[in-house]
């Protein structure tokens, strides 16, 4: 979430929030009204609801049982992907719909996070992709290519040299032309900028401990890790995917 884990592939130059998933692009009131029922309760289930989880195997002859069954999807019972996996079952009720438990959550999360108000960085009169390329240049340590840049930052980089432009315009980053090759800028920090950064740097993390507050310690480490690991494999094997 802070510079200095990037952003999500594809979610950096888009208008909208990033995921590709239905439930992304619900309106934030939606989390929000499952955060307001009390905790362990789930939604009210209607008619839909019933007709969507299978009554067990003999209900289903020969097809995968939902994953969401069981105690995994009492405990998930009141999200929003919850209640788009029960209206597949309950008109495709063959499809298995574990992957977009996950899928669907992660985008889910990433569309709200995007949603959220960064008030450290709207202060300061930034974006958060701007701010991503300050911290980018602050926590390398040296100076970057536009084209470093871009990969640091997971942007196009048409994106990144929009930012440059705005960013130089006020002050924040210097550009230094290559001695050899006069289509290669080396872009640094100016001293105003690196201020900027030190300065926003800890009230922005304090302010995503908030966001994150609806877990525990033990809870966020364990999420941690399995988005550490994700994220991994992923990023090792998507050409493989693709192709």
């Known amino acids: 979430m802070t510079a200095t884990q990037?952003?999500?592939?594809?979610?950096?130059?888009?208008?909208?929030?990033a995921g590709g998933n239905e439930t992304a692009r619900e309106p934030l009131g939606g989390a929000d009204a499952a955060q307001r029922r009390p905790t362990g309760q789930s939604e009210p289930a209607g008619p839909e609801a019933t007709q969507s989880q299978p009554?067990?195997?003999?209900?289903?002859?020969?097809?995968?049982?939902?994953?969401?069954?069981?105690?995994r999807g009492d405990r998930a019972r009141g999200d929003t992907v919850a209640s788009v996996v029960r209206q597949w079952q309950a008109v495709r009720p063959e499809l298995d719909t574990g992957p977009m438990e996950i899928i669907g959550r992660v985008n889910r999360c990433a569309a709200l996070l995007q949603q959220a108000e960064d008030a450290p960085l709207r202060r300061a009169g930034l974006s958060r992709a701007e701010f991503d390329l300050l911290g980018a240049l602050r926590r390398t340590?040296?100076?970057?290519?536009p084209g470093e840049l871009a990969r640091e930052t997971f942007s196009s980089g048409a994106a990144v040299t929009k930012?440059?432009?705005?960013?130089?315009?006020?002050g924040l980053v210097e550009r230094r032309g290559d001695a050899r090759d006069r289509r290669v800028a080396h872009l640094r920090l100016s001293e105003a900028g690196r201020a900027l950064v030190d300065g926003i740097m800890p009230e922005q993390l304090a302010y995503e401990s908030a966001v994150l507050a609806a877990l525990d310690a033990d809870r966020q480490g364990e999420l941690a890790v399995l988005l550490g690991e994700l994220l991994s494999r992923l990023e090792g094997h998507m050409q493989a995917l693709r192709s």
Request: aromatic share 0%; charged share 30%.
């Open 141 to 145: 340590g040296h100076e970057l290519t």
């Open 163 to 170: 930012r440059v432009k705005q960013l130089t315009e006020r």
């Open 6 to 17: 990037g952003q999500p592939v594809g979610g950096d130059d888009a208008d909208g929030p």
């Open 55 to 71: 009554a067990g195997p003999e209900a289903a002859p020969g097809r995968p049982a939902p994953r969401g069954d069981g105690a």
